[in-house]
């Protein structure tokens, strides 16, 4: 048997436990969790990380508001990187978040990994603070919770690539964490749970940023997360930082609902994909 986290003996135990921790942090319910998986599965798991910029099925980012590179799917993943990503969509994972969120929708998974998956940020990349798509491209649930996995190792400060959680005045970083291996953070996705990497990265050229990302959904949420029924990412610029973000797309919120009215949903829901 592969035991996949050696040092917690049962997970619903730390949920209990870190629910408060959870539910109180600022400026929005998070965590931090050090050491979650076993180091040997996990260097394993790191060795396994390509180099995103040679492999197709990749998204590319490259502009004013992030530099990044994404996997596509589970394409590229190694044996060990299918171990911890199925584990995370796993039963004992599910329940572990519910308890340690609180949230009373049933957790769903993404298998599909749609925006998950394998992130990595080379140097000079960043990703501009945001507050993430809030609906699945193609089930259409609610986005809940993102896990996010860092591969890191003998990652210094001077390195850069914080990991920031900002509040809704935007004047500062409410909480930075630098992402060093098998440091596992959690957090409650709304339309305000503001956070990214907006920095460029500073790390040598042969150092990359890697992470591996998990998002979980419910069919359904409380009303007041959400500021609009369905949206991609919305970036925001910080307080006294000028052309910090790139114009968002502007659409009249009437015109939308003029629209929508007189609109089959399949047809509907489909333009929005593609104003996206």
């Known amino acids: ?3 996949l986290n050696k040092n917690i003996t049962d997970l619903r135990k730390l949920a209990k436990e870190k629910h408060e921790e959870y539910a109180n942090a600022k400026p929005f319910p998070n965590i931090v969790i050090d050491n979650f998986f076993d180091e040997e599965i996990l ?9 995103l910029s040679t492999k197709s099925n990749v998204n590319v980012f490259d502009n004013l508001n992030e530099k990044k590179l994404g ?17 995370l969509n796993s039963q004992p994972i599910l329940e572990f978040l519910q308890e340690l969120t609180g ?3 049933i957790l ?22 945001h507050a993430d798509f809030n609906k699945h491209i193609t089930t259409n649930l609610d986005r809940r919770i993102n896990l996010l996995v860092y591969l890191n190792k003998d990652w210094e400060e001077s390195y850069g690539g914080f990991f920031e959680l ?15 291996f098998n440091r596992v953070a959690i957090f409650s996705t709304t339309d305000f749970s503001y956070h990214g990497h907006p920095d460029p990265l500073t790390c040598p050229p042969d150092r990359s940023r890697k992470s591996i990302a998990l998002y979980y959904y419910t069919n359904g949420r409380p009303a007041n997360e959400l500021n609009d029924d369905g ?25 939308i609902s003029a629209v929508k009215n007189f609109t089959p949903p399949i047809i509907f829901n489909l333009l929005k994909k593609i104003l996206k």
Request: charged share 25%.
């Open 1 to 3: 048997m592969v035991y």
């Open 71 to 87: 996997a596509k799917g589970e394409a590229n993943f190694g044996e060990y990187t299918k171990l911890i990503c199925h584990y």
């Open 108 to 129: 769903l998974p993404d298998p599909y990994f749609y925006g998950g998956g394998y992130h990595e940020i080379k140097p000079g990349g960043y990703l501009k603070i």
């Open 231 to 255: 949206h991609s990412t919305l970036f925001v610029g910080r307080k006294g930082k000028s052309n910090d973000i790139a114009p968002p797309k502007i659409i009249m919120p009437k015109l």
């Open 103 to 105: 949230i009373k929708e």
């Open 43 to 51: 260097s394993k798991v790191l060795g396994e990380f390509p180099d």
């Open 166 to 180: 900002w509040d809704k005045s935007m004047v500062s970083a409410q909480r930075k964490l630098l992402p060093i």
